[in-house]
C-alpha cells in the first residue's frame, strides 16, 4: 500500500518544476451531478464532497486555474450560471424534474445532463476546457464523454465505491446496484488519472476495479484553517450554544443514515447510562443533520430509536448549520463520534480536529489516515457500542483527556491544508495532460 503515498509528495522540487513547465491547464470543466456545491452540507445528498469541490475549485482559483462547475439544477427559478468566486462559476444544467428525484433515479438522466454540458460548451471556441475532473460516478460517466468529445484529458475522484461500501453494509442497508459497479469499471478504465483521498483509497482501486497503479495519485482532501481552529475555546462555543459547561458532550455530526451509524453513539450512550447512571445529569448528545439516502426511508427513525434506547432526554437533534456555526459545535463538543461503516477519508473528521477537538471513530476507509490513534482520537475496530461506550467513559473520567488531545489534534490537522490539496491536485492535472498527448500521439503514429 505504501507504494502509493505520497506519490506527488514524494517529487523533488525540480521534478515539480519540470511537470510545471509543461502547459498546466488554464480552465477546468468540473462535474458534479448529483449535488450541487451550493447546497448546505449535511442536508439530502450534501456532504463532504460538496465542501471539497467549493474548497478545491476556490484553490485552483487562486493559482490561476479557472473551473466551472456542472451541476443539476434542483429547483426552476436558480439562474444558468452563478460565480461562486473570482476563477469560480457553477452552471446549472437542466436534467430530469428539479424535484423530488433521488440519486438513485439519476442515471436515467445522465444523457439529458451530458447534453446540457455539450451546449455549453458550443458557445464556447474550440480548447475553452483544457481538462475535465469529473466527481463521484454518475459525473465520471458524463466526463468520459466529455473528455472524448473535446479531446481533453479526464481525471476523476471516485469519493466512494460501490465495491468498497456493499463488502461494509450496515444491518439493514440497501447495497449498491450492479449498474454502479459497471459504472465506476468504465470509468477506471478511461480516466487519465484517478485521484484517491489514502493510500488505502488507491489500493482499493487497484484491488476492487483494476486500475493501473500509474494512473492512481494520492491526495489527501484538506480544511479551511481559517474557518476550524480552536478560536476562542470550548467554554465560549458552549455558551454560544446554551450547552452546559460541565457536561460530557459526545458530538454526531453528518448525514443521518446507516452508512454513517449514528445509531451505535446512541446505543453507546444507552450502555454507558446503564452502567453509570450518575452521569445521565452531565451528559448532552447533540445529532447535528438531516436525513440522507437510504436513511430518508425512515426520517424518524433515529428519534424513535433514541427514545426506545431511554436517552432521548439526553440526545438533542438540531437541523443542518452552515460551517460556521458547525465549527462552533465541533469546538463546544467533548468528542467528534463518527461510527461509520465506510469513508474515503472523512472531511468533518479533520475539521474537528481542527477546532481542537478530538475524534472516535470507526477505523475504515481513510479515518486512520485522518485521526492519530491514541494521540488526536481513538479509532474502533468494529461496530460494537460497548467499546465506544467504554472509549466515552475515559473522556467522562478524565476531562483533561478531550483539552489535552484537543491541543494535539488541532497541531494535526494544520497539515491538512487546501491550499496544499489544491497544489498537488494541479500537479495531477499537469501529468494527466503529459499522458493524454503521449497517448493521441502514439494513436497517429
Known amino acids: 500500500?505504501?507504494?502509493?503515498?505520497?506519490?506527488?509528495?514524494?517529487?523533488?522540487?525540480?521534478?515539480?518544476?519540470?511537470?510545471?513547465?509543461?502547459?498546466?491547464?488554464?480552465?477546468?470543466?468540473?462535474?458534479?451531478?448529483?449535488?450541487?456545491?451550493?447546497?448546505?452540507?449535511?442536508?439530502?445528498?450534501?456532504?463532504?464532497?460538496?465542501?471539497?469541490?467549493?474548497?478545491?475549485?476556490?484553490?485552483?482559483?487562486?493559482?490561476?486555474?479557472?473551473?466551472?462547475?456542472?451541476?443539476?439544477?434542483?429547483?426552476?427559478?436558480?439562474?444558468?450560471?452563478?460565480?461562486?468566486?473570482?476563477?469560480?462559476?457553477?452552471?446549472?444544467?437542466?436534467?430530469?424534474?428539479?424535484?423530488?428525484?433521488?440519486?438513485?433515479?439519476?442515471?436515467?438522466?445522465?444523457?439529458?445532463?451530458?447534453?446540457?454540458?455539450?451546449?455549453?460548451?458550443?458557445?464556447?471556441?474550440?480548447?475553452?476546457?483544457?481538462?475535465?475532473?469529473?466527481?463521484?460516478?454518475?459525473?465520471?460517466?458524463?466526463?468520459?464523454?466529455?473528455?472524448?468529445?473535446?479531446?481533453v484529458p479526464l481525471v476523476h475522484a471516485m469519493h466512494t465505491m460501490a465495491k468498497v461500501k456493499n463488502a461494509s453494509l450496515a444491518e439493514g442497508d440497501t447495497p449498491e446496484p450492479a449498474a454502479r459497479v459497471i459504472g465506476e469499471t468504465q470509468i477506471v478504465s478511461a480516466a487519465d488519472r484517478l485521484v484517491a483521498n489514502t493510500a488505502e483509497e488507491a489500493a482499493e482501486l487497484v484491488r476492487h476495479y483494476t486500475a493501473d497503479p500509474a494512473k492512481v495519485a494520492v491526495?489527501?482532501?484538506?480544511?479551511?484553517?481559517?474557518?476550524?481552529?480552536?478560536?476562542?475555546?470550548?467554554?465560549?462555543?458552549?455558551?454560544?450554544?446554551?450547552?452546559?459547561?460541565?457536561?460530557?458532550?459526545?458530538?454526531?455530526?453528518?448525514?443521518?443514515?446507516?452508512?454513517?451509524?449514528?445509531?451505535?453513539?446512541?446505543?453507546?450512550?444507552?450502555?454507558?447510562?446503564?452502567?453509570?447512571?450518575?452521569?445521565?445529569?452531565?451528559?448532552?448528545?447533540?445529532?447535528?443533520?438531516?436525513p440522507s439516502g437510504s436513511g430518508l426511508a425512515k426520517p424518524e427513525g433515529l428519534q424513535k430509536l433514541a427514545a426506545r434506547l431511554g436517552v432521548a432526554d439526553v440526545v438533542r437533534f438540531h437541523p443542518p448549520v452552515g460551517q460556521e456555526q458547525l465549527a462552533d459545535w465541533f469546538r463546544a463538543a467533548s468528542v467528534l463520534v463518527m461510527p461509520s461503516y465506510s469513508e474515503s477519508f472523512g472531511l468533518v473528521a479533520i475539521e474537528a480536529q481542527a477546532a481542537g477537538t478530538p475524534v472516535l471513530a470507526a477505523s475504515v476507509g481513510g479515518l486512520p489516515v485522518a485521526v492519530r490513534d491514541g494521540v488526536t482520537g481513538f479509532l474502533v475496530d468494529g461496530h460494537r457500542p460497548a467499546d465506544y461506550a467504554r472509549l466515552l467513559a475515559r473522556f467522562a473520567d478524565t476531562p483533561a483527556l478531550s483539552a489535552g488531545m484537543g491541543e494535539a489534534a488541532a497541531r494535526h490537522a494544520r497539515g491538512f491544508g487546501w491550499d496544499a490539496s489544491a497544489a498537488a491536485t494541479a500537479d495531477v492535472y499537469t501529468a494527466a495532460a503529459q499522458s493524454h498527448r503521449r497517448h493521441v500521439r502514439s494513436q497517429h503514429g
Open 1 to 151: 500500500m505504501s507504494q502509493y503515498a505520497g506519490r506527488l509528495g514524494r517529487r523533488s522540487a525540480a521534478d515539480r518544476a519540470r511537470l510545471r513547465l509543461h502547459r498546466r491547464p488554464r480552465r477546468v470543466a468540473m462535474l458534479s451531478v448529483h449535488t450541487s456545491p451550493l447546497h448546505q452540507p449535511g442536508t439530502g445528498d450534501a456532504g463532504g464532497m460538496n465542501v471539497y469541490i467549493v474548497e478545491l475549485a476556490q484553490r485552483l482559483a487562486a493559482i490561476n486555474i479557472e473551473v466551472e462547475i456542472f451541476t443539476r439544477a434542483t429547483s426552476g427559478g436558480l439562474p444558468p450560471t452563478v460565480q461562486l468566486a473570482p476563477g469560480v462559476l457553477v452552471r446549472h444544467v437542466d436534467a430530469g424534474p428539479y424535484e423530488g428525484l433521488a440519486k438513485e433515479d439519476l442515471p436515467a438522466q445522465l444523457c439529458a445532463f451530458t447534453h446540457g454540458v455539450m451546449q455549453a460548451w458550443a458557445g464556447h471556441r474550440p480548447g475553452h476546457y483544457d481538462l475535465v475532473h469529473s466527481h463521484y460516478w454518475l459525473s465520471g460517466q458524463v466526463g468520459w464523454l466529455a473528455a472524448q468529445r473535446w479531446g
Open 219 to 290: 491526495v489527501h482532501p484538506g480544511v479551511n484553517l481559517d474557518r476550524f481552529r480552536p478560536g476562542d475555546g470550548r467554554a465560549a462555543a458552549r455558551a454560544r450554544l446554551g450547552l452546559p459547561q460541565d457536561a460530557l458532550i459526545p458530538l454526531f455530526a453528518g448525514r443521518i443514515q446507516p452508512l454513517k451509524a449514528p445509531d451505535i453513539l446512541l446505543r453507546a450512550v444507552a450502555a454507558l447510562l446503564a452502567e453509570r447512571p450518575a452521569l445521565r445529569s452531565r451528559m448532552v448528545v447533540p445529532v447535528v443533520g438531516g
